[in-house]
């Protein structure tokens, strides 16, 4: 079975950091890049940042470009979402989804193949 699990998502003061977890199995790991996506409340789900689980090359929206990093250990079919500087306005629920390697750059969500549960993220004033 296809499974993507999300985690390490939790509640944070402004300015703290998180690091996320998406576990991957049951496909072909090194097809896809992999994307997080957030979704906040009352708002439409987002692509935020995705990895090239090949080359490594990675992507980030602008609004988290310099304060997000993504990263991929292949060994492990895992990719890590490591978050710093987090802002109220980064609340949500986070997801991500594998999508095929084209897609990385727009990470349209009619794209994505597999969807993980989402894990949410609070960050308080």
């Known amino acids: 079975d296809v499974q993507l699990q999300a985690s390490g998502g939790g509640l944070v003061q402004a300015g703290g950091s998180l690091r996320l977890s998406c576990a991957a199995s049951?496909?072909?790991?090194?097809?896809?890049?992999i994307g997080w996506f957030r979704q906040a409340p009352g708002k439409v789900r987002e692509g935020v940042t995705s990895i090239d689980t090949i080359d490594g090359t990675t992507y980030y929206t602008a609004s988290v470009k310099g304060r997000f990093t993504i990263s991929s250990d292949n060994a492990k079919n895992t990719v890590y979402l490591q978050m710093n500087s987090l802002k109220p306005e980064d609340t949500g629920v986070y997801y991500c989804?594998?999508?095929?390697?084209?897609?990385?750059?727009?990470?349209?969500?009619?794209?994505?193949?597999?969807w993980g549960k989402g894990t949410l993220v609070t960050v308080s004033s």
């Open positions: 989804g594998a999508l095929r390697r084209r897609y990385r750059l727009v990470l349209p969500l009619n794209r994505v193949e597999y």
């Open positions: 049951g496909f072909a790991f090194d097809e896809y890049a």
